[in-house]
């Protein structure tokens, strides 16, 4: 018996019969975090990491089935023993160990390697199959350092102070928008669209101490902003409503800002390539620390990272799935970005 297959409502563990991350209804559903392509609506039960529980009931409802699970933390369903382990990708966000008869199945949900002081960092996990993403699986995708990224932002606000100019940050509402704000702590009055809030209150609601800011009602006059730092979902980017700050220069904060012909970022003033995901060499780093004797490539660049990985000599096989990449992200802030 395969310990999990990959059936049209999503990842399934077969003597477990629970699915991880499905994307249809299912009678239950393993989280391995709160992203919008990853944690949605129409399931029985919930089970996630703690500091998640929150967020599923901010995104999804207040009145979902939902169990909370502790990292490294061991519970059995089914007779398959099942632990969460830290992914370094978001708030609560886990990769997901699968133990039955001697045989370990890792799947990662999304990752990073990169510690940024608000996920609990990235723990390898051994296994004799691994389940990784590949959001940027080519070479072209490699991350500055933590402090180097903040510092870029940090000096950028600075130069448009020095201009009398707003700095605005488009970033998504769950985990970037964070990051954001605690790499410009400091720097000049903050102040964030509702949507982020409603998750600040996330974070903060499971201890987690965020920089202060406001909340920006784009309802009333929003002049007082002036020379400060607003954060808004990328969903906002060509309304009316981040039209309405005066003087203002926006930057994008993005993986794919590392490809500066990226299309739908071309009227941006500034980019900066910030991602809560792995670049190439930690997405290969993260697989050969698993020691998996086979590597099962989902969202992304699934075909050449596979490729890749069987001319190293680690048997890969590309998986369809329907998670989405960052991008994806923005559906959930179109709804909220309707909140000005």
Same mark, same amino acid.
């Given at each position: 018996m395969r310990?999990?297959?990959?059936?049209? =409502?999503? +990842?399934?563990? !077969?003597?477990?019969k629970f699915f991880?991350?499905?994307?249809?209804?299912? @009678?239950? *559903?393993?989280?391995?975090?709160?992203? *919008?392509?990853?944690?949605?609506?129409?399931? %029985?039960?919930?089970?996630?990491?703690?500091?998640?529980?929150?967020?599923?009931?901010?995104?999804?409802?207040?009145?979902? #089935?939902?169990?909370? +699970?502790?990292?490294? =933390? /061991?519970?059995?369903?089914?007779? !398959? %023993?099942?632990?969460?382990?830290?992914?370094?990708?978001?708030?609560?966000? $886990?990769? +997901?160990r699968l133990e039955y008869k001697g045989k370990v199945v890792v799947i990662s949900g999304d990752y990073k390697l990169q510690n940024d002081g608000l996920s609990t960092p990235f723990e390898s996990v051994k296994c004799h199959e691994y389940v990784s993403e590949?959001?940027?699986?080519?070479? #072209?995708y490699q991350w500055k350092?933590?402090?180097q990224q903040n510092e870029e932002m940090s000096n950028w606000v600075v130069q448009n102070q020095s201009y009398q100019k707003t700095s605005v940050f488009v970033g998504y509402s769950l985990g970037k928008a964070q990051r #954001?704000? %605690? $790499? !410009? =702590?400091?720097? $000049?009055?903050?102040?964030?669209?509702?949507?982020?809030?409603?998750?600040?209150?996330a974070y903060e609601s499971v201890g987690i101490q965020l920089p202060k800011y406001e909340v920006l009602d784009f309802r009333e006059d929003v002049k007082h902003v002036n020379?400060?730092?607003?954060?808004?979902?990328?969903?906002?980017?060509?309304?009316?409503?981040?039209?309405?700050?005066?003087?203002?220069a926006y930057a994008i904060c993005?993986?794919?800002?590392? !490809?500066?012909?990226?299309?739908?970022?071309? /009227?941006a003033d500034a980019g900066f390539a910030i991602s809560d995901h792995a670049d190439w060499n930690d997405l290969l780093d993260a697989i050969k620390q698993s020691e998996a004797e086979k590597v099962y490539v989902t969202h992304g660049q699934t075909a050449v990272f596979s490729k890749y990985l069987n001319e190293i000599g680690i048997e890969s096989e590309e998986v369809k799935t329907e998670f989405g990449e960052e991008e994806? =992200?923005?559906?959930? @802030?179109?709804?909220?970005g309707s909140m000005e």
């Open positions: 310990l999990i297959q990959f059936r049209l =409502e999503g +990842i399934y563990c !077969v003597p477990g991880i991350d499905p994307w249809r209804p299912v @009678d239950m *559903a393993l989280i391995t975090h709160g992203h *919008a392509d990853h944690a949605r609506w129409g399931m %029985k039960k919930y089970l996630c990491h703690h500091f998640t529980v929150p967020i599923l009931k901010s995104r999804i409802s207040p009145d979902i #089935i939902v169990q909370g +699970i502790g990292y490294n =933390e /061991s519970i059995a369903i089914n007779g !398959v %023993k099942v632990s969460f382990h830290p992914a370094g990708h978001i708030i609560g966000s $886990a990769q +997901i590949s959001t940027f699986g080519l070479p #072209i350092s933590v402090d #954001i704000m %605690k $790499a !410009v =702590e400091g720097t $000049a009055p903050l102040y964030v669209h509702y949507s982020i809030h409603k998750l600040n209150q020379q400060g730092i607003v954060i808004v979902p990328p969903a906002l980017v060509d309304s009316n409503v981040i039209r309405k700050i005066p003087n203002m993005s993986g794919w800002m590392t !490809v500066r012909g990226a299309r739908r970022w071309r /009227s994806d =992200e923005a559906v959930y @802030d179109k709804v909220e």
